[in-house]
């Protein structure tokens, strides 16, 4: 039985797709939850996956078109998949595991055709959880999940993580907490009364939205 992480849909990019999704990557595409989820809403005729780990990857086979197993970094994915082809790439929860991730969303960039949109989802490195074990318990340990994964290479913040978007000459759109507050939340009330300035210390993930202008 699969660990539902890689098993989950990420729903919250839905309501940020392209109008048209015809051909889409998923990096670190799991089990293919999210490319199902997509797939549901468009008319895609091919799906590519990236997924390193190898028993994932083979639950994940029979959901796409292409298949590339081990570290996206090494995949030749330019020797089949032509520049300006693709109507959406995922990168979610995959960047910060990567040693030179800016290389890597500048090569997705350019296979992204014109109004083709690139989402990318990374840890919040400024989440006051962290920063509060760090200044008070000189805590900075590594796990085995969450912030301080012990596979996470690269840390970012709001800035660095639209920064990371568009190193490829993408165009940012917006950039989101992954989680969204609701009411009776107490950070719900923690947003409104400080008319959104605490989102960067409350926000555990940022999803960012680039897209490839005309």
Same mark, same amino acid.
């Given at each position: ?29 799991? /089990? ?128 660095? /993580? ?47 939205? /680039?897209?490839?202008?005309?």
């Amino acid at each position: 039985m699969l660990d539902r992480y890689y098993d989950t849909a990420r729903t919250e990019v839905l309501p940020f797709l392209p109008a048209r999704v015809t051909r889409l990557l998923d990096v670190g595409c799991g /089990a293919g939850a999210t490319t199902r989820a997509v797939a549901a809403r468009h008319a895609v005729a091919w799906k590519g996956g990236i997924e390193y780990v190898d028993a994932v990857a083979a639950q994940a086979e029979p959901h796409f078109d292409r298949l590339w197993r081990g570290d996206a970094q090494a995949a030749a994915l330019e020797a089949e998949i032509a520049p300006g082809s693709l109507d959406l790439v995922l990168c979610l929860d995959v960047l910060e595991h990567m040693a030179d991730p800016w290389t890597m969303v500048k090569r997705l960039s350019a296979l992204l055709a014109p109004g083709g949109r690139l989402i990318v989802s990374v840890p919040n490195i400024r989440h006051w959880k962290f920063i509060w074990r760090l200044l008070v318990k000189g805590d900075f340990r590594y796990r085995d999940a969450g912030l301080l994964d012990r596979t996470h290479l690269r840390f970012f913040v709001k800035e660095t /993580a639209a920064e990371l978007a568009t190193v490829g000459g993408l165009t940012l759109v917006g950039v989101h907490s992954v989680q969204r507050f609701r009411f009776p939340d107490a950070r719900w009330l923690l947003m409104g009364l400080s008319f959104g300035r605490l989102e960067t210390l409350l926000a555990k993930q940022w999803l960012v939205v /680039a897209e490839r202008k005309s």
